[in-house]
């Protein structure tokens, strides 16, 4: 098979999952348009989201979980297009940190993303062909409006918590900020209040690199039949180096032959860790849209949360009751502790109620979706003891 036909077959199969999910999915009309920070207007638009667990007859019992750029909502279940486990199946799941014995769990899809929520892989209704860049930009406070609108459709007037990391974690700050009323306790990882401009620069590599693809098309491979395979893929590895550390890195692979006993002295994948890479890369396109990465990586580019408050984060918060657990990891050069102890202050200064936790790690920034029984530990008991709080039992 060449590698024409096999993006061929990912886009038959990103189209499928963009527009009819293996999921739950709720489609809005005009009579719930979805407003934009962007000054548009989508008045036709879908949510594609997972559930875990029961619903209480209270309703009180709810967790939302937040994916990160590079997730979807299949959170604790085999995964539609890889058959692989959920990302986050270390943490969610009977008698797990978020335990689907006890709490109604729900991930949705994000807005800008490509496994069923409105996105530029999905069939613009207007045109009948994928939206591509038709598709306006969408921003963090944007994807929670969407969630909002899904938790009302749902008949949820309060998570009991909400929870998320990297992106997820900025989602969960959004949520806590414009409808604190609704967030009884939150729990941010790894995340900041604003993107840094290292992370914007390392998001830019990533959707150069998609969009140097001539089989980008100028965003509409779908409408042809195409597929930027080598720029995603490229974008995918670039990134997932800010992901680990260099401890991480050196333990798993050090400078390490791969399947070689000396160097070729040419450029095939020589080390452990180029293979590696590689197959990451190749892994990433079977499931990901790059216009979607594109979307997405932009809206973390331009997420700052004090901005919007006259540029004093602890305005964000004010007369918030939202319980707080704010967590980072040491290892973590993407999302530095710093940016955890801005938004830790920021919430003191504001008389928010605010627990915050450094986890010693050299898992780097994807810790979060590692074996770490520190995390768990911290997520368990915050949990539970807010789920005390509210009388739920």
């Given at each position: ?99 689907t014995d ?61 929870v998320g ?50 089989d980008w ?177």
């Amino acid at each position: 098979m060449t590698a024409k036909d096999n993006g061929r077959i990912e886009t038959a199969r990103t189209r499928h999952e963009a527009d009819r999910p293996s999921s739950a999915l709720v489609l809005f009309g005009p009579d719930t348009p979805l407003k934009l920070d962007s000054g548009a207007t989508l008045d036709r638009w879908q949510v594609a989201y997972q559930t875990y667990g029961t619903l209480n007859a209270e309703r009180t019992n709810a967790v939302l979980v937040c994916h990160a750029l590079t997730g979807d909502q299949h959170v604790a279940n085999v995964h539609p297009l890889t058959g692989k486990p959920g990302w986050w199946s270390r943490m969610v799941g009977p008698g797990k940190p978020v335990d689907t014995d006890r709490y109604f769990v729900i991930c949705p899809n994000v807005l800008g993303g490509c496994m069923g929520t409105t996105g530029p892989a999905s069939t613009n209704p207007d045109t009948g062909q994928p939206y591509g860049l038709d598709l306006p930009l969408v921003t963090i406070p944007d994807m929670v409006r969407a969630q909002a609108i899904l938790l009302d459709h749902l008949g949820i007037e309060t998570a009991l918590a909400v929870v998320g990391g990297s992106m997820g974690g900025m989602q969960v700050l959004q949520w806590a900020a414009a409808y604190p009323e609704r967030v009884f306790a939150a729990i941010p990882i790894a995340c900041g209040a604003r993107h840094s401009s290292q992370n914007i620069a390392f998001h830019e590599v990533g959707r150069q690199a998609v969009m140097a693809d001539p089989d980008w098309a100028k965003g509409k491979y779908l409408a042809e039949g195409k597929s930027p395979r080598k720029g995603l893929a490229v974008a995918r590895m670039a990134a997932h180096i800010t992901y680990m550390s260099d401890k991480s890195l050196h333990a798993k692979f050090g400078r390490q032959l791969q399947d070689r006993e000396a160097p070729t002295f040419g450029f095939d994948a020589d080390f452990q860790i180029e293979s590696y890479l590689r197959h990451q890369g190749v892994t990433f396109v079977e499931r990901f849209d790059a216009n979607a990465y594109l979307y997405m990586t932009r809206a973390m580019d331009y997420f700052d949360l004090a901005a919007a408050h006259g540029g004093r984060l602890s305005e964000a918060f004010k007369g918030s009751r939202t319980r707080f657990c704010i967590v980072s990891f040491t290892s973590d050069w993407l999302f530095p502790t710093e940016d955890s102890k801005v938004i830790t202050r920021a919430l003191i200064a504001s008389g928010g109620n605010v627990s915050f936790v450094e986890i010693d790690t050299d898992g780097g920034h994807d810790a979060f979706l590692l074996d770490e029984p520190e995390l768990f530990a911290t997520v368990d008991g915050f949990l539970r003891a807010a789920a005390h709080a509210r009388g739920i039992h």
